[in-house]
C-alpha cells in the first residue's frame, strides 16, 4: 500500500462510512436477534399476533434508546 494513500482524506471518508455502515449492520442484527428471542415465544405464522407487535416494538425502541445513551457517554469521555 502506497504510505500517501494513508493521509488521502477521500480514502479516510470511505473507511470512516464503512466503519458507521459496519457499526449499523451490526446494531441491526443484534437488535433483531435480541427482541426476537424475547417477543416471539412460539413458531411464527404468516403474520404476528398483536402482542408480538407489541413487544417487538417496545423491544426495538428501547435498544434503539439505550444505543443512543451508550454512544453519547462514549462520546462525552
Known sequence: MDPSAINN???V???NQEKERAMV??????LTNVCW???ITGSPGNKF???EQACLSNCARRY???SVI???RF???
Open 49 to 51: 399476533s398483536s402482542s
Open 64 to 66: 434503539l434508546d439505550m
Open 70 to 72: 451508550i454512544m453519547k
Open 37 to 39: 428471542d424475547k417477543c
Open 13 to 15: 471518508q470511505f473507511i
Open 25 to 30: 449492520n451490526e446494531m441491526v442484527a443484534k
Open 75 to 77: 462520546q462525552n469521555m
Open 9 to 11: 482524506p477521500e480514502l
